[in-house]
């Protein structure tokens, strides 16, 4: 390499292989070098999906493979108080836990004791012949009404002191005279299940750091951290059949979903949500937030007597056509239905999954003060005062984006072109290059019909006539059979909590006969153009969520959660103190976790716990409940995947072309929840702590 200067002109640098470059230039390092070409193969999305597919791979490997377990026990035994069972149990060197897993008979009175009780206790033995019990052991209550539940237990029996012994078994009583049906199996599994919430902690931050930071999309965000999450359970317990997996996704969502997007699928074609959009607009006098005031209100008495996932199925279509047709930008407007929809679905006992689930224990059922009407009546104050505060905050938030924006489909476009021909190669061939050309002559098309029409001018004009005349019913057939159909399904749903018992049909059931009854009538034809309206990502996104939920229920977490409640309530003093801590407890818990969590596996988890708490603390369980619902249901406005009508909207806006964050949405929602919770908080205080209203 050899250096120039001539006068006061730039010292120069000759290469052999570039030529002449400046000093500057010469200083620079040299990128062409190996260990630079390496380096810049290391780039961010690569590493993401390095680091991912080292986890799922991980998983995969630990799945499945093969390893060797001691298990036993009974399928079916009877045992009364004077014939204890004696179980003889065997463990790995490796694995000191024994995980028992225990189901029983009703225990109806009189024929057994009130209460009945069940025992299993673990006794080890140096020679075989002389066995001491190893404390504690484990006591289980009979219910007398429910069927078979299994029940779980883990003995740990890695302490050195018990190294000596060699000799395992079980022995397991009943302070039953009669005889006790039950079953009995164990396996030994790792002593590190004791740290199995940790891990499952560990696995829901996995998936929302993937959801939250758009590594992945949420749907291969919910398929990785559910298969994740069995890993781990296979390793701390036995791995799941291919079955047992699939009986974790709740098919009736899923089933709900389906047969709803179908029968909404059809019926866009009939011109139906243009129009109610105009109607809705024209009932609005142009007003935009008369439009959200009335949208909002339907939406969430709609939702108190009917599933908010169908509630949202039905309104979100219509409300990204009304949009379209005045230029506004829809998101705002469908964040709020869905957080309507989720305040409107608390007021009654059928508007929300964790209400049925509340409403439908049988210690509930059995509570003289909680039916329907007082459900409702204790419930419905605290939901108007937070949809009040909620719609002045949602007015506070959106007051500058919800304005008339004639342009705002343009601009999108304008931004796709843009994107589109950034990632077209300016080096390639002569076809990209004239592709680039004209991509950017038509956004320059665009661009001069955004400057000459500007937006003040025009949306300050909406001739409601023209768009009348503009936006009709244009299949008036297809529309009569498809409001015919609507109609039937979604009386249906209405009267289902009152005809269950005569009617075996779930709601899933319901919608997915709709939707073959739907797709006669309808005559069509080619079914590929009806399946393009199903939103399939949204349904593999809640098949998973649906798992990793589950398996995060396995692994113990919503019961520590609960666990936890319980015992910080133990702790405070008796009276209305403790009643006001267990409420606002009870709330705030409930509401954070069903942010994050999805909320079912949790009430379902949480209505057991809040009922033993009344019985046990001397509390009455209505406002207990009251506060449950509360936070279950409001609980889910806080994140995207709170709730099941927050997926569903924000995945119909996606396949709009308008794809609502998880970021966006939760710059609105957590503080939605907040002060929801907080107004249902007051008002639990002061109606049922100040004044004993229960």
């Not at 503009?470 to 059979?481: A, E, T, V, W």
Request: proline fraction near 5%.
């Amino acid at each position: 390499m050899a250096h120039y200067s001539a006068g006061h002109a730039p010292e120069v640098v000759y290469d052999e292989t570039v030529g002449l470059l400046s000093k500057e230039e010469a200083a620079k390092p040299d990128h062409s070098a190996w260990y630079w070409r390496i380096a810049d193969q290391f780039t961010f999305e690569r590493i993401k999906i390095l680091l991912i597919l080292l986890a799922l791979l991980t998983s995969i490997v630990v799945f499945s493979l093969k390893r060797v377990e001691h298990d036993g026990g009974f399928n079916l035994v009877a045992t009364r108080a004077e014939e204890p069972l004696i179980v003889p149990a065997a463990m790995a060197a490796n694995r000191r836990v024994l995980e028992t897993i225990l189901s029983v008979q009703p225990a109806p009175t009189p024929q057994f004791p009130s209460p009945t009780t069940v025992s299993v206790c673990v006794q080890a033995s140096t020679s075989g012949f002389l066995w001491n019990t190893i404390d504690p052991c484990w006591q289980v209550v009979a219910d007398p009404q429910l069927e078979l539940v299994e029940m779980h237990h883990d003995f740990f029996l890695d302490d050195p002191e018990l190294d000596p012994y060699t000799d395992w078994r079980f022995m397991i009583t009943t302070n039953s005279p009669s005889s006790l049906a039950l079953t009995f199996h164990y396996r030994d599994i790792f002593p590190f299940v004791r740290y199995q919430v940790v891990m499952g902690a560990l696995v829901l931050v996995l998936v929302y750091v993937l959801i939250v930071f758009e590594l992945v999309h949420r749907t291969i965000a919910a398929l990785i951290g559910s298969f994740v999450c069995i890993g781990v359970y296979s390793v701390l317990h036995a791995r799941p059949t291919f079955f047992g997996v699939i009986s974790w996704i709740d098919f009736e969502t899923v089933g709900l979903l389906f047969g709803m997007m179908i029968m909404v699928g059809i019926f866009s074609n009939t011109g139906f949500f243009e129009f109610s959009a105009v109607k809705a607009y024209k009932l609005s006098r142009g007003n935009l937030w008369h439009l959200t005031l009335i949208l909002c209100t339907f939406t969430a008495v709609v939702s108190a007597f009917l599933d908010n996932v169908t509630t949202i199925l039905l309104l979100a279509p219509v409300t990204i056509r009304l949009c379209r047709v005045i230029g506004v930008p829809p998101e705002p407007l469908l964040i709020a239905e869905v957080m309507f929809s989720n305040i409107g679905g608390t007021a009654t006992p059928i508007g929300d999954p964790p209400n049925i689930i509340i409403v439908n224990d049988p210690r509930v059922i059995a509570h003289p003060d909680i039916t329907f009407a007082t459900f409702t009546l204790h419930v419905t104050p605290g939901i108007l005062l937070s949809a009040v505060v909620v719609f002045f905050y949602l007015y506070y938030q959106f007051k500058r984006t919800m304005k008339q924006q004639p342009h705002h489909s343009k601009y999108k476009e304008v931004d796709i072109w843009r994107r589109t021909s950034s990632a077209i190669n300016p080096n390639g061939g002569e076809e990209e290059r004239r592709v680039r050309e004209q991509l950017e002559s038509y956004i320059k098309v665009l661009q001069d019909e955004i400057e000459s029409k500007p937006e003040d001018d025009s949306a300050q004009h909406l001739d409601i006539a023209e768009m009348e005349e503009k936006y009709q019913i244009h299949d008036r057939p297809l529309f009569i059979s498809s409001v015919t159909v609507l109609s039937v399904v979604v009386l249906f749903f209405f009267l289902h909590s009152w005809i269950e018992h005569q009617v075996e049909l779930s709601l899933a059931w319901i919608a997915i006969m709709g939707a073959m009854v739907h797709l006669v009538v309808s005559g069509i034809r080619e079914i590929e153009h009806v399946l393009e309206k199903v939103e399939f990502s949204t349904l593999i996104f809640f098949a998973g969520l649906f798992v990793l939920m589950r398996g995060l229920e396995e692994l113990g977490v919503m019961e520590f959660v609960g666990d936890q409640v319980a015992h910080l309530i133990g702790q405070v003093a008796p009276g209305r103190t403790r009643l006001m801590c267990a409420i606002l407890l009870i709330i705030w818990v409930s509401a954070i976790v069903s942010a994050f969590i999805d909320n079912i596996p949790y009430t379902t988890a949480m209505v057991p716990i809040v009922a033993n708490l009344a019985e046990q603390l001397d509390l009455p369980l209505a406002p207990l409940i009251w506060a449950l619902t509360y936070g279950t249901c409001l609980g889910g406005n806080g994140t995207l995947i709170g709730a099941s009508a927050n997926v569903v909207a924000c995945g119909l806006a996606e396949q709009q072309g308008y794809p609502i964050s998880f970021n966006y949405f939760i710059r609105t929602g957590f503080p939605v929840m907040l002060l929801s919770v907080s107004v249902c908080t007051m008002y639990l205080l002061l109606t049922h702590v100040l004044i004993p209203w229960y």
